[in-house]
């Protein structure tokens, strides 16, 4: 079974433009969550989506959003770049069962510069 | 609020046994996990316990977790220099779905 694919794995932006990053889950898994990764803050968790809505949130401004579609596929977008959002933006998805264990398994990550 | 806290660098010699170390404040946290991440690639999920179990083992893994002391570690046998990276405890804030993570402990495998 593939993996969590996440795409671009890298990306150049200039301050202030904005970026949208996408994920594809592992075939059957309908949670998706997103997590961004820098070398200050380490990693935190920035939402979650499953069935095409946003389930949980993290402590983010409002630029950062995202959205599921209905193959569980999710896409995340960052408004008006900040310096600070140069990050490893990771995605993760989860099979929702009965019994969950939570099990998250992650993507490559997107490797953002904002310049 | 959740909080996890992991030394920062461990060295070891290729065969020796590793012990790395973490400890977490949620005392509601039903799963905790550990994730390896090499240089420029994401997390790999290696293994997990669940809260009412005090010890899991997986191969060259040993998870083992003192609940009354909210330590958990990660004991890597025969330690190889494939081993190296950064490994990551987390627990799950089950009602926001949320992994929280330390900062990571850099495993160094001297040949």
């Known amino acids: 079974k593939a993996g969590v694919t996440q795409t671009p794995r890298y990306l150049i932006k200039t301050r202030g433009q904005q970026v949208t990053l996408s994920c594809s889950p592992i075939?059957?898994?309908?949670?998706v969550s997103w997590y961004q990764q820098t070398p200050g803050q380490g990693l935190q968790f920035l939402f979650e989506?499953?069935?095409?809505?946003?389930?949980n949130k993290g402590n983010f401004p409002g630029r950062f959003s995202g959205r599921q579609f209905s193959n569980s596929r999710s896409e995340m977008n960052v408004s008006t770049l900040e310096l600070g959002d140069s990050a490893l933006y990771l995605c993760?998805?989860?099979?929702?069962?009965?019994?969950?264990?939570?099990?998250?398994?992650f993507g490559p990550g997107t490797r953002l510069t904002v310049t | 609020g959740e909080d996890v806290e992991q030394s920062l660098f461990l060295s070891v010699r290729e065969g020796d046994s590793s012990v790395i170390n973490c400890t977490y404040t949620?005392?509601?946290?039903?799963?905790l996990y550990w994730y390896k991440q090499e240089p420029g690639a994401g997390l790999q999920l290696l293994t997990y316990?669940?809260?009412?179990?005090d010890m899991k083992q997986d191969q060259r893994l040993t998870v083992l977790l003192n609940k009354k002391d909210k330590h958990l570690s990660l004991r890597i046998a025969d330690t190889q220099t494939g081993d190296s990276a950064i490994y990551f405890c987390?627990?799950?804030?089950?009602?926001?779905?949320?992994?929280?993570f330390g900062s990571g402990t850099r495993l160094q495998v001297q040949p």
């Open positions: 993760a998805s989860s099979l929702e069962t009965s019994s969950p264990s939570y099990e998250q398994y």
């Open positions: 075939s059957g898994h309908r949670s």
């Open positions: 989506y499953f069935s095409e809505t946003q389930r």
């Open positions: 949620d005392s509601s946290s039903t799963y």
């Open positions: 316990i669940f809260s009412n179990m």
């Open positions: 987390a627990e799950i804030d089950t009602g926001r779905r949320a992994l929280t």
